[in-house]
């Protein structure tokens, strides 16, 4: 009888030490990545800007180029930025004198934004070299900029009846 008194305290024993330690426990660390993209730009493939009649007097012709969208999937650490610029071929007809790039302006208008950044319009008047069109600023993480310029050409007195065509160019860093 003496044995069974044994092996019953002992099978009570070794319940209480397992109910009494805590159950095994073991970590796992986790990460994620998220991988820097590039910064583009792209615009539409063409505009007609607008028409002005009897240029004997001159005039402006204002006209929308269309949208014009930035994306930044760089990732960009905060505070860093990019400019979007723009630069405009004279408006050439098919003879006689073209309108110069430097009577044609660019207004940026609203900018839609994506992200975290403050955009500022340049708007440019003279549009001979590349020139800032719009600034982004204190940037964090990725971000995109959408607007739809209004390209001001000023057409002087006496220019030919004509279809002038011209390359507007843009480009970021």
């Known amino acids: 009888m003496r044995t069974r008194v044994i092996l019953i305290a002992s ?4 319940l209480a030490l397992a109910t009494a330690l805590p159950a095994a426990a073991d ?16 615009t539409p493939a063409s505009a007609v800007i607008g028409t002005i009649e009897n240029s004997v007097g001159g005039g402006i012709i204002h006209g929308s180029l269309g949208e014009v969208v930035v994306s930044d ?9 990019w400019v979007a610029s723009v630069i ?6 098919p003879a006689g004198p073209a309108i110069p790039a430097s009577d044609v302006g660019y207004t940026a208008g609203a900018i839609a934004k994506v992200g975290t950044a403050t955009y500022t319009a ?11 069109a719009v600034t982004a600023s204190g940037i964090t993480g990725d971000n995109s900029a959408t607007w739809s310029p209004t390209i001001n050409v000023t057409v002087n ?8 065509s011209a390359t507007i160019t843009h480009s970021v860093a």
């Open 88 to 93: 405009s071929s004279a408006f050439t007809p």
């Open 122 to 132: 340049n708007n440019p008047t003279n549009l001979t070299a590349v020139t800032a």
């Open 11 to 14: 099978s009570a024993c070794c």
């Open 157 to 164: 007195g006496g220019m030919a009846a004509a279809t002038y």
């Open 27 to 42: 970590s796992t660390s986790a990460t994620i990545t998220v991988t820097g993209g590039s910064l583009s730009i792209s």
């Open 73 to 81: 999937a760089r990732g960009a650490a905060a505070g860093s930025g």
